[in-house]
């Protein structure tokens, strides 16, 4: 399952190096030579809202997720643990499967349109992007069982 999340997590870098040139190639040909391309601007669209989705995904793998420690640095490892499998628990799976019970209508709704941009002459493919709110949910949802398993078989000293 880790290499699942480390190709996450490249696939990424590659979407924010498409924002990132896309969006420089947008503006130099929209300031310097008058002229601009909607597909770029779709390709730039698609590429952030993709990234913003599984960015998500990446930075729970890193730690680098927002939480407060004030008070963790000071607990104990074995306090620590049973508040991160709480919050696993009674926040993480319900929000997460909720996310994914609600978007799946959505997704499909797309897909069986095979829905494109709302620009006239915009790329095709936004149900491919859409799914993204469904690949988010199920991405984290692996995350945390995997993270509660290891967490219930971890010796605490």
Known sequence: MQKLFQWVRWFCMGLAAIVFLGQLAMVLMRYLL?????EVQDAV???????????????FDAEKHVRVDVFRQNWSDLLNCRID???YLLLAIPVFALMAWTAFPLVRSSWAILEGSP???GLPGLFVVKTCLLILPVLVLLFVVRRLVMLWRRPVS
């Open 34 to 38: 008058g002229i601009g391309f909607l």
């Open 45 to 59: 669209n698609y590429a952030f809202a993709s990234l913003v989705a599984l960015s998500v995904i990446v930075a």
């Open 85 to 87: 499998m709480l919050g």
């Open 119 to 121: 620009e006239t002459g």
